[in-house]
């Protein structure tokens, strides 16, 4: 008896567009779709839209119930802003959980504008190589810990004062940070470098360049030194996803450096102070960059050595004939 496929299921029904064969992951969005840079201009417009009204609407709604259950006492508006800059728990909380709707944004654009499986947004073979995410995030703990310990060496040990509510506000950054953190992986280093490569299809950085840039834009003010920080983690991180052929690498390094950032502020100073950080020196970023990049690289061979998938199935067609003539 020949087994016969099932029905498909809604998402293969609306993911019309195949695959092209033998690609990079910021190759992916490229093919034979009708007016992909059309498709590219519209999806990246209809995601930052999204991004303003989702992740605001979500937060605003989150931080209302919070003030209903909370009842702080004061002006609501007093509350709204003590939760922006987090300064109690239920802000940190909203915000990521804000933040988090990146990812439902992203895999719909995907999905609906360009007709693709969301799942290539996660890797080429789709969705995660959860063994290797697990050993990304183990390397990013290591290495960022150890430069950390190394850049304040001689240094005397700072007072451990745990802020009030510490123990409420570690649950949220363990249960809400990497939540976060992979969802800016989706948007910046998936959706928009994808997008972004598709306009500038000959250039192997456009999209990697672009979706760094705006990554650190978003950060709001912040003087050179830490823009270029953010920028420049997002170009390590960017040429990890295409080198690797996936996010898991890029969102082991975020989710561990965000829940060190918090984790640690809230033991040694206030988690307020980390959320309001505008300015950091040349020196510290100096340190940030050989830490990124010593990450970036390790990650890098132990890629190669799990011998993970970095183009998606298929074979590329020689030079000169169009790789996605052929449906499947």
Partial sequence: MVNQPGPATWVERIATEATPSGVTYDEILLGAEDRPKLRSSVGIVSALVLFFVLATGVAQLLNWIGWLIVQPGGAYQDWLRASAAFANPWGMFSGHLGLATLIPISMAVVLFVHRRHPGLLASVRPWFRWRYLALSMGLALVVFNLFLFVQHLGQPLPTLTPQPNYWVFLVVILLTAPLQAAAEEFFFRGYLLQSFHTLAPKSPWFGVVCSAALFALFHGTQNIPLFLDRFLFGVLVGVLV???????????????????????????????????????????????????????????????????????????????????????
Wanted: hydrophobic content about 45%; overall charge neutral.
């Fill in 242 to 328: 295409v080198k690797t052929g996936g996010l898991e690498a890029a969102i082991g390094a975020h989710v561990i450096n965000n829940v060190m950032a918090f984790s640690y502020a809230g033991l040694y100073s206030t988690i307020a102070d980390v959320k309001a950080t505008q300015t950091i020196g040349w020196v510290d970023l100096g340190w940030d960059l050989v830490g990124f990049g010593t990450y970036t690289v390790l990650a890098i061979l132990i890629a190669n050595r799990l011998k993970l998938a970095t183009t998606t199935p298929g074979t590329r067609a020689p030079d000169g004939i169009d790789p996605w003539a052929a449906r499947t």
